[in-house]
């Protein structure tokens, strides 16, 4: 039975009406054809493009092209997007807010884009900061986390968070922190923060729905950092913490039933867990165990799926 | 042949619709409820997340039995290893198809993973097997393709898994070039036989038109497609698009045919995807008319420039804000049917917020590191004595 008889069974039997009929009849039947996804593929890919393409030009030809033409470029094109921005812009609310126009979103993203550029371009041209040269990595983060939330604009908050990862990064290598540890240390920092702004903007109400968004990078950050530390010296607490965050991990997914979470606290765990164990086993020890408690690990995630997660 | 019932899958397609109807307020949230349960199955499914986890313990399951029995049997043989592979292929096909017969699962990843893992341990064997050597062909990764790609197309037939029929059009494609032909004629055949797969795909497509197995078949044709364009676009195989140079070592006419083809495809793709209102087709042909675009340069033997992406960026942009203007200035919002506004407003969102995630990644950002000195002296314009030529930002 094809979905358009079935739309016509459903309206015979009352279950949807002629308008619905109508409406969602001409969607299956493709009478209806949107291209709204599409279009805004075209948009995101256009503008990631731009900014790539002025990347390459600033970093070829700035000797010839000199310092002023190129700031100057630069400044006119992040204000213009930013006139923009804030001639079309709704007025702020914490809850969501639909794009004033088609290429608003697009708009304010390549603008933060291409005011990376050029933040990056004056402090490596004239090192304005000195030493602090990395204050401009947090400047850049502020910044796209202000246009995210002011414009409720996701491309610039996922842009923020990566930002913000970055300036964590430097700065514990800016101090001289370059082992593996200390960036455990500072990447397991930055998803406690991230997690910690996520937990406040739940509470605060304010944007709500970037909540998802926030706590998955904090999530993947944490998850991976105690995973690869599971085999260092320190490994055993790695290992707790991996297994306590999984236990927190898993039981928000069910209460929220948002199974990501879910399968976060599954299989981290599982990797963190077999590397601590498998250390010194031998081959036929270490495949013995894969079998046995991969096994497991599918039967006890199959009795959650079918408890709670049954929804495809 | 199939280990569902084509109702059943009808079923669970036309619920995921009318969830989706749901979710963009098309129905009311009660008549959804309700239209939603006359639609249950027997089928037993999970979220894609857990059928993520599932798959990887699934792969583990693999990796560790298969290894488990060489190590305890102390396999070093290549023939041996290579009828261990066959058999643990078999054993996992078998096992896969009994965990749907039995347990009734679908699309729950732990028997997708077996499913897989066994095409991948036939296809291993079966080239561990066969003996090299030949007329200048790759005898074994040949015969490890075909089998790939028999084994891809049984998967798909037995459990409807699409990517399996990717898969297996992929495989099919590839072998071609095992066959030890010249380096025109190998893509010829690869042509070819995309050409078959687009054909039958099409076909089927129009045969099961609104049913899952129709959109099945308009997946694998657009693939087809895509892979046609893929293989006849020489510069593509150069490696990434905006760093290739030069003429790759083909036949002059074979050359300029390939480069005609690229415009062409696309142009007939589009048509076709417009005229049957085909999204896959449109996706796969819009690809194909942004490699098109970016490989022109090298294929006409100039200079790639640094504003390239630039004006490629612009002119996305431009068609993107043109096209939407056009069909917005229509008497009612749309031309032909077609419309820049989203119809099913949660499917589009839930493509929007994973092309945000994606967007994570694009960060223009990257500061010197920690003691490392600035490329250029501060304020001129390049190092010391190099003419500003070693100068970089």
């Keep these: 039975?094809?979905?358009?008889?079935?739309?016509?069974?459903?309206?015979?039997?009352?279950?949807?009406?002629?308008?619905?009929?109508?409406?969602?009849?001409?969607?299956?039947?493709?009478?209806?054809?949107?291209?709204?996804?599409?279009?805004?593929?075209?948009?995101?890919?256009?503008?990631?493009?731009?900014a790539a393409g002025l990347l390459w030009t600033v970093r070829t030809h700035f000797a010839a092209l000199g310092d002023t033409a190129i700031v100057a470029a630069l400044t006119v094109i992040v204000a213009l997007c930013v006139g923009y921005c804030f001639s079309h812009a709704q007025p702020y609310s914490s809850r969501e807010v639909e794009s004033p126009t088609a290429i608003f979103d697009y708009v304010l993203y390549l603008g933060?884009?291409?005011?990376?550029?050029?933040?990056?371009?004056?402090?490596?041209?004239?090192?304005?900061?000195?030493?602090?040269?990395d204050a401009y990595i947090l400047l850049s983060a502020i910044v796209f986390f202000a246009a995210a939330y002011r414009f409720d604009n996701r491309f610039v908050l996922s842009l923020a968070l990566s930002t913000l990862g970055a300036w964590f990064g430097f700065k514990l290598t800016k101090f001289g922190f370059q082992s593996a540890e200390s960036l455990r240390v500072s990447a397991l920092i930055y998803g406690a923060l991230v997690a910690g702004m996520a937990v406040g903007l739940r509470r605060l109400g304010i944007k709500p729905h970037f909540v998802e968004t926030h706590l998955?990078?904090?999530?993947?950050?944490?998850?991976?950092?105690?995973?690869?530390?599971?085999?260092?010296?320190?490994?055993?607490?790695?290992?707790?913490?991996?297994?306590?965050?999984?236990?927190?991990?898993?039981?928000?997914?069910?209460?929220?039933?948002?199974?990501?979470?879910?399968?976060?606290?599954?299989?981290?765990?599982?990797?963190?867990l077999s590397l601590r164990l498998t250390r010194h086993w031998g081959n036929m020890a270490t495949f013995g165990y894969g079998v046995v408690s991969a096994s497991a690990m599918a039967v006890l995630v199959v009795v959650v799926a079918r408890r709670f997660g049954r929804d495809a | 042949?199939?280990?569902?019932?084509?109702?059943?899958?009808?079923?669970?397609?036309?619920?995921?619709?009318?969830?989706?109807?749901?979710?963009?307020?098309?129905?009311?949230?009660?008549?959804?409820?309700?239209?939603?349960?006359?639609?249950?199955?027997?089928?037993?499914?999970?979220?894609?997340?857990?059928?993520?986890?599932?798959?990887?313990?699934?792969?583990?399951?693999?990796?560790?039995?298969?290894?488990?029995?060489?190590?305890?049997?102390?396999?070093?043989?290549?023939?041996?290893?290579?009828?261990?592979?066959?058999?643990?292929?078999?054993?996992?096909?078998?096992?896969?198809?009994?965990?749907v017969v039995q347990f009734q699962l679908y699309r729950f990843g732990v028997e997708e993973a077996f499913?897989?893992?066994?095409?991948?341990?036939?296809?291993?064997?079966?080239?561990?097997?066969?003996?090299?050597?030949?007329?200048?062909?790759?005898?074994?990764?040949?015969?490890?393709?075909?089998?790939?790609?028999?084994?891809?197309?049984?998967?798909?037939?037995?459990?409807?898994?699409?990517?399996?029929?990717?898969?297996?059009?992929?495989?099919?494609?590839?072998?071609?070039?095992?066959?030890?032909?010249?380096?025109?004629?190998?893509?010829?055949?690869?042509?070819?036989?995309?050409?078959v797969i687009f054909t039958v795909a099409r076909t089927l497509r129009r045969t099961h038109d609104q049913s899952c197995r129709g959109d099945d078949a308009g997946a694998i044709e657009s693939l087809a497609w895509l892979g046609l364009y893929a293989v006849l676009n020489l510069q593509l195989s150069l490696g990434f698009i905006w760093y290739s140079r030069g003429r790759p070592d083909f036949s002059s006419t074979f050359y300029?045919?390939?480069?005609?083809?690229?415009?062409?495809?696309?142009?007939?793709?589009?048509?076709?995807?417009?005229?049957?209102?085909?999204r896959m087709m449109l996706w796969a042909n819009t690809i194909m008319v942004a490699a098109t675009l970016a490989t022109n340069k090298p294929y006409l033997g100039w200079n790639r420039q640094t504003w390239d992406p630039i004006l490629f960026g612009i002119l996305l942009v431009a068609v993107a804000t043109g096209v939407r203007r056009w069909l917005l200035s229509a008497s009612d919002g749309h031309r032909g049917g077609f419309t820049p506004l989203p119809l099913v407003v949660s499917a589009d969102r839930q493509a929007l917020d994973a092309l945000a995630t994606v967007a994570v990644a694009a960060q223009p950002i990257a500061p010197r590191m920690p003691g490392e000195t600035p490329a250029v002296e501060p304020g001129r314009g390049g190092r010391s004595g190099g003419g500003g030529g070693g100068a970089d930002f």
């Design chain 2, 1 to 99: 042949m199939n280990l569902y019932a084509t109702a059943d899958e009808e079923r669970v397609q036309a619920a995921a619709q009318v969830r989706e109807w749901t979710q963009s307020g098309l129905l009311d949230a009660s008549r959804g409820v309700t239209i939603e349960a006359g639609l249950r199955t027997d089928l037993k499914r999970t979220n894609r997340y857990l059928r993520i986890a599932l798959f990887i313990f699934g792969t583990i399951v693999v990796a560790a039995a298969f290894g488990f029995c060489m190590v305890a049997f102390d396999v070093s043989r290549g023939s041996v290893v290579g009828w261990s592979a066959v058999v643990a292929g078999v054993a996992f096909c078998v096992l896969a198809q009994l965990l």
């Design chain 2, 115 to 195: 499913a897989v893992w066994s095409v991948a341990l036939l296809a291993v064997g079966a080239g561990l097997l066969t003996p090299s050597g030949g007329n200048g062909g790759d005898l074994p990764m040949l015969v490890a393709g075909v089998t790939a790609a028999i084994a891809s197309a049984f998967v798909f037939v037995r459990f409807g898994y699409l990517y399996a029929a990717f898969a297996a059009a992929a495989c099919a494609a590839l072998s071609a070039f095992n066959l030890g032909l010249s380096r025109d004629a190998e893509r010829i055949v690869s042509a070819c036989v995309l050409l």
């Design chain 1, 1 to 50: 039975m094809t979905m358009a008889e079935r739309l016509s069974r459903w309206k015979d039997e009352g279950a949807i009406t002629p308008a619905q009929l109508e409406v969602l009849g001409a969607i299956v039947r493709s009478d209806r054809f949107s291209v709204s996804l599409e279009l805004n593929a075209l948009l995101y890919v256009g503008v990631l493009s731009i």
């Design chain 2, 256 to 278: 300029w045919s390939t480069y005609a083809a690229i415009w062409l495809l696309p142009a007939i793709g589009l048509a076709l995807a417009v005229r049957d209102r085909h």
């Design chain 1, 112 to 133: 933060c884009l291409v005011f990376a550029i050029e933040l990056a371009y004056l402090e490596t041209r004239f090192t304005l900061l000195g030493d602090s040269w």
């Design chain 1, 216 to 272: 998955h990078l904090a999530a993947t950050a944490a998850f991976v950092t105690l995973t690869s530390g599971t085999r260092t010296d320190l490994g055993l607490l790695y290992l707790a913490g991996l297994l306590a965050l999984a236990a927190v991990s898993i039981a928000y997914g069910i209460r929220q039933r948002q199974f990501a979470f879910v399968a976060y606290g599954a299989v981290y765990p599982y990797v963190g």
